[in-house]
């Protein structure tokens, strides 16, 4: 399959993988990402939190910043932290929110399994376009997430989901993206759905996917 190339990656070749791809993807991403990432403006549409609260949440591949500015936006009391492997993205990322700096904090770093810095502390994990980027490594994280949730909080994540088109599948598979329906099953078994949506994009090219579930 076009994803096996995936498997035998280490977590510090997967990092550095994506340091690599991001020095350019960076310099052109917000300009060209509108038109294939869907969901992004849906997921936290979705997010069953009290826009008032005084919440923590993270988001893991934090990207430009586009998602942090729009949780700011959404949820004006709570506290915020990005991560990203991508240095570049990081710098971006910072100077976009700008705006809210005293309570959105970006950092370069990854998201690993065992790290104990959130544990229970998180209102709400976010992944949005990133979870099929990570591999073989993405069930490591979703784990993480749930390890860091407090009980009774989200995790939301919306993605890629898969193409009954082998040839966009390979050329996803060679922009170091997995899709095969792979997400949606262990998210639904390690969280209770609140959301469990796919949906079609360009006419059937390819899916997307929307999940926001709770930690028991």
Same mark, same amino acid.
Request: charged residues 20%.
């Given at each position: ?41 849906q997921i936290i549409r979705e997010i069953p939190l009290d826009a008032n609260g005084q919440w923590n949440i993270l988001e893991v591949g934090c990207g430009t ?46 998201? %690993? ?58 050329? %996803? ?44």
């Amino acid at each position: 399959m076009a994803f096996e190339k995936f498997d035998s990656l280490s977590e510090a070749e997967q990092n550095s993988t994506m340091q690599r791809y991001y020095k350019l993807q960076s310099k052109i991403y917000d300009a060209t990402r509108w038109s294939f990432l869907f969901g992004r403006n849906q997921i936290i549409r979705e997010i069953p939190l009290d826009a008032n609260g005084q919440w923590n949440i993270l988001e893991v591949g934090c990207g430009t910043g586009y998602n942090l500015n729009n949780l700011a936006k959404r949820f004006p009391k709570a506290k915020l932290t990005g991560l990203d492997v991508s240095t570049d993205m990081v710098d971006l990322s910072i100077k976009n929110t700008q705006a809210y700096a005293d309570r959105v904090t970006v950092l370069p770093q990854p998201y %690993m399994l065992g790290d104990k810095t959130w544990n229970d502390q998180l209102d709400l994990v976010l992944f949005s376009y990133s979870l099929t980027m990570i591999n073989p490594h993405w069930k490591d994280l979703i784990m993480q997430a749930k390890a860091d949730l407090k009980p009774g909080g989200f995790i939301a994540v919306t993605d890629f989901h898969d193409s009954r088109n082998l040839w966009f599948k390979k050329h %996803m598979a060679n922009n170091h993206v997995r899709m095969d329906s792979h997400l949606t099953p262990l998210l639904s078994q390690e969280f209770t759905p609140v959301v469990n949506q796919v949906k079609s994009a360009y006419l059937g090219v390819w899916e997307y996917m929307l999940f926001v579930g709770k930690k028991g």
